[in-house]
């Protein structure tokens, strides 16, 4: 069974620092990856994804994600955060063919200015 | 390109009474989903469409929930009746096709369920 692991539920960093959300794994073949976020009140908005090749994937405002096979670990960063980054972001793991997603419990971002 | 829309955004009911969620998927896609996510918790799949036929609905409380998509388009989630537990924001999302074949899915803004 697939899973995914969110250790930290609540990040704090300034405005301007940089910022690392750990996630982890669990799937018996080649996992597709993705992050989400989502706002206060929102829907879930798709930051990046890894299906396959350069390990280091690249995301919308700025955001880029690592994929490590042999820690099974999926880390998404961001070197200088944003007031508006503000949000709970979400880790999925899916991998069979018809795409079903499992999701991590998500962790809290918090930004102080 | 429009998003997946969902309806009602809000809906406060009482325990044991019934409850439907309509969803609209983005245009073309095949693959419809229903996630369940309870506050603090991440996303948790109800069921999954592929066209009309479901794929997985192997978390549904098929007790209480049904869902269902005519036409391959459109589709609806039903409780009935509902309990205090099944409180919680109820996402439709879309793809395109299965995820392994690279599609993305895209999620609506969610129906938030307060049973009382």
């Known amino acids: 069974a697939q899973s995914v692991t969110q250790p930290d539920i609540h990040i704090t960093v300034s405005e301007g620092a940089s910022l690392e959300l750990r996630c982890n794994y669990s799937?018996?073949?080649?996992?597709?990856l993705f992050w989400y976020v989502q706002s206060p009140g929102q829907g879930l908005q798709l930051l990046l994804k890894?299906?396959?090749?350069?390990?280091l994937v690249q995301g919308i405002k700025g955001f880029e994600a690592e994929f490590k096979r042999s820690q099974s670990s999926f880390n998404l960063r961001k070197p200088s955060v944003h007031w508006s980054d503000a949000a709970e972001y979400f880790c999925?793991?899916?991998?069979?063919?018809?795409?079903?997603?499992?999701f991590g419990q998500g962790t809290i971002l918090t930004v102080h200015p | 390109e429009a998003g997946v829309a969902q309806s009602p955004r809000y809906k406060i009911i009482e325990k044991r009474q019934s409850v439907a969620f309509w969803c609209n998927p983005i245009?073309?896609?095949?693959?419809l989903y229903w996630y369940q996510q309870i506050l603090g918790q991440g996303p948790k799949l109800l069921i999954q469409?592929?066209?009309?036929?479901?794929?997985?609905d192997s978390q549904l409380p098929k007790d209480r929930f049904s869902a269902e998509r005519l036409k391959g388009v459109d589709s609806t989630l039903k409780i009935q009746p509902a309990k205090l537990e099944d409180s919680a924001v109820y996402l439709c999302?879309?793809?395109?096709?299965?995820?392994?074949?690279?599609?993305?899915?895209?999620f609506g803004e969610g129906s938030w369920l307060t049973v009382v």
């Open positions: 245009s073309g896609h095949a693959t």
């Open positions: 999302a879309s793809s395109g096709g299965p995820v392994g074949s690279g599609n993305t899915i895209y």
């Open positions: 469409f592929q066209n009309n036929g479901v794929v997985d």
């Open positions: 799937y018996g073949a080649t996992p597709y």
């Open positions: 999925a793991v899916g991998g069979t063919s018809y795409g079903k997603l499992t």
């Open positions: 890894y299906f396959s090749g350069d390990t």
